[in-house]
């Protein structure tokens, strides 16, 4: 069964700290995606990887960095943390497309309720 | 780069009725279109999913069209369910150098009234 985990279910940090979002997947994808999710704006993406120490900027990626060391992990880093990045952080995988026309599912874990007071 | 625009945001229909959900893309160049459902405190799950070599697929109630000229793709649910309340959203998938990027729509919340 396919599994993506993320760590943290529900954090409440300070402005100003550091904060660290942990993800795993265990089913060896290529790919690794950061996404937040607001109410009325959908799923954002943040950030994604496509391999190890790979990274690409997805839509928002301002005040946010990731770090991907191992291909099983993705982290998602707020180095400053502001009260704007209040939001559910959603971390995904999917293996690579394969071809004009193939697709490839993404599997997401459930989700970091992240507070920033 | 890739823009997918979902409409309606909120949809209720009366239980047995048919739903539908419309979303737009702007890069032509977008291949692969899945449609996730999100109950409430769940995690997005696959529901289904359109290739654009595809014009439409269906499993059991569920159904997508998808029109590559127009940029356009939809998904049709049939006699309605109260399982089926849920935000529903679409999304076209993007290559980005390497990898490919999946863009999602902002969500359509679904309300299915008994």
């Known amino acids: 069964d396919v599994k993506v985990t993320q760590s943290s279910r529900y954090l409440v940090k300070r402005t100003g700290e550091k904060v660290f979002l942990e993800c795993v997947q265990d089913m060896d994808h290529e790919n690794m995606f950061w996404y937040r999710q607001d109410p009325g704006l959908g799923l954002r993406l943040i950030y994604f990887?496509?391999?190890?120490?790979?990274?690409e900027k997805g839509d928002i990626p301002e005040g946010y960095s990731v770090s991907r060391e191992k291909k099983e992990r993705f982290s998602l880093i707020l180095e400053s943390a502001s009260t704007n990045q209040t939001s559910m952080y959603l971390c995904?995988?999917?293996?690579?497309?394969?071809?004009?026309?193939?697709?490839?599912?993404?599997?997401f874990g459930e989700g970091s309720w992240l507070t920033v007071v | 780069g890739e823009n997918v625009e979902q409409h309606p945001s909120t949809l209720s229909v009366q239980e047995g009725d048919s739903a539908v959900i419309k979303c737009t893309y702007s890069?032509?160049?977008?291949?692969?279109f899945p449609w996730y459902k999100q109950e409430l405190g769940k995690r997005p799950q696959l529901i289904i999913d359109?290739?654009?070599?595809?014009g439409e697929k269906k499993d059991q109630r569920i159904a997508v069209t998808l029109n590559k000229t127009a940029k356009h793709f939809s998904l049709h649910i049939t006699e309605t369910q109260p399982e089926d309340s849920a935000v529903y959203f679409c999304a076209a998938r993007n290559r980005a150098s390497s990898a490919s990027k999946i863009i999602f729509g902002s969500g359509t919340r679904l309300s299915i009234r008994p």
């Open positions: 890069d032509s160049a977008s291949n692969y």
């Open positions: 359109i290739r654009s070599n595809v």
């Open positions: 995904a995988s999917s293996p690579p497309g394969q071809g004009v026309g193939a697709g490839n599912t993404i599997y």
């Open positions: 990887s496509y391999d190890v120490k790979m990274k």
